[in-house]
């Protein structure tokens, strides 16, 4: 194994940021070359085979491999030709199980259709379309619409070799083209999770900018494959989904993403956009605090949005995209019909069904907990998960302060990964 770098790490009750590191499995010495954040290169299948044997191969008697596009923690990405549809271009995402138990497998693919399906779902010219999805000896596929362009992150390498980053116009108005996408999706109770220049691309002879490869899918899989890869076992052998510098504080601590979660990786692109730095140069090194103004000038009303994008924590932040859009003058501006839930849940959004993804409306104002019985949920809660456990009940708390004592136990108990200490938290608070 090997440990890489990650950036230090701000943590409660401690008043100096220390450094966190990437633990990374012990590299494979044959052809299946991966990306650093790759824990799981099996021997079968494509995973044994060099780019140069992946041309032409054939999978699931259809889909024919062109090249391999990149490479992630949980598998590669492909280029390929749809046979069945007169060889059209679609790329094919996969994820390999870290098991191969039955068990695990059975629970990845129930749990991986699941998701998929409620992709599927998803209808708007910003975002490429989810066509299928399949399995084959052990791997999952998902089959998305090729989309023929460049990512932000190569027309900002572009701009930088002609001097100049992205301005503030531009950046405005990608705001304005991106921000009613993500009102579309948040409206359906779903978080992208993964915003990065990377991530957004412009096609090709087109002047709006597409969303694409969603983390949804991928937090899904890696909940299960974290929950079940070994029995017992405390060590989670799970990929983290996001991008580090990209994703908020909740979601690279505890794997918690809200609609404001996609805000901020919004708001950190942006301004990466604007000022051709990575996001680990536009941080303070002991504080962490943003400085990225110190890079670019923008007007007042910019900077203020952004800053509010950036909060480190997600109740500081805006809500959702149309508040954003409201602050920048855009309210309207949406590119699509969007629907009109009456409620939307405050919560990050859970692998559920679509019957359970329907919003929730907010507790009723309830007298306030009793201190005495949330520190017993705070050390019953560290008994199971460590020192993580204040930050996640402070984080529960601050986004539904009025909750009842059965509630707060459920709510705790949804964050424990294992399912068996899950129980045993509930059982513990519900006998005293």
């Known amino acids: 194994m090997e440990a890489v770098y990650a950036g230090p790490l701000k943590l409660k009750n401690i008043q100096q940021p220390v450094p966190a590191y990437q633990i990374l499995p012990a590299r494979h010495s044959d052809a299946t070359s991966v990306h650093p954040l790759d824990t799981s290169a ?65 629970k990845s693919r129930q749990l991986f259709e699941q998701e998929a399906r409620v992709l599927y779902e998803i209808q708007h010219p910003q ?13 999952l596929f998902l089959v998305q619409e090729y989309i023929d362009g ?52 412009l096609p090709d002879g087109q ?17 299960i494959w974290a929950a ?14 996001g991008k580090l510098g990209y994703a908020p504080p909740e979601q690279i ?52 949005i952004l800053n509010k994008m950036l909060s480190e924590k997600p109740k500081d932040r805006y809500q959702s995209a149309a508040e954003v859009m409201t602050a920048l003058g855009l309210t309207g501006a949406a590119s699509s019909p969007l629907p009109n839930p009456s409620v939307r849940s405050s919560r990050p959004t859970s692998n559920v069904t679509q019957q359970q993804r329907s919003p929730i409306p907010p507790p009723k104002p309830l007298p306030v907990l009793d201190p005495k019985f949330v ?7 560290a008994r199971c998960i460590g020192p993580m456990a204040d930050y996640i009940v402070e984080d529960i708390l601050s986004q539904t302060p009025h909750l009842k004592p059965e509630q707060l136990v459920q709510a705790i108990a949804a964050e424990i990964p294992n399912s068996k200490q899950a129980e045993t938290f509930q059982q513990k608070l519900r006998s005293r």
């Open 42 to 106: 099996p021997s079968n299948l494509l995973g044994s085979a060099s780019e140069e044997t992946l041309l032409d191969t054939i999978i699931d008697g259809r889909y024919q491999i062109h090249r391999v596009l990149g490479r992630g923690g949980f598998g590669r990405t492909y280029l390929a030709s749809d046979m069945q549809r007169f060889g059209d271009l679609c790329v094919l995402k996969e994820f390999v199980p870290t098991s191969r138990a039955d068990y695990t497998v059975q």
């Open 150 to 201: 460049k990512t932000y992150a190569t027309l900002l390498r572009e701009k930088l070799r002609q001097g100049a980053a992205f301005s503030e116009a531009e950046v405005t108005r990608w705001l304005a083209d991106l921000l009613p996408v993500l009102e579309y999706l948040h409206s359906l109770n779903i978080v992208h999770r993964d915003i990065s220049p990377d991530n957004v691309m």
């Open 253 to 304: 601590r505890m794997g918690q993403c809200y609609p404001c979660s996609d805000l901020y990786a919004l708001g950190v692109t942006a301004i990466v956009l604007l000022t051709g730095q990575e996001p680990n140069t536009l941080t303070e090194r002991d504080s962490l605090e943003w400085c990225w103004q110190s890079y670019v000038q923008v007007s007042d009303r910019l900077t203020q």
């Open 228 to 241: 079940y890869a070994e029995e017992g076992s405390t060590v989670s052998q799970a990929s983290f989904v």
């Open 375 to 381: 520190e017993r949920c705070r050390t019953e809660l």
């Open 207 to 223: 002047t709006h900018p597409m969303l694409i490869d969603f983390g949804l899918v991928k937090q899904a899989v890696n909940q």
């Open 127 to 139: 975002i490429p379309r989810f066509l299928a999805w399949f399995a084959e000896k052990g791997r």
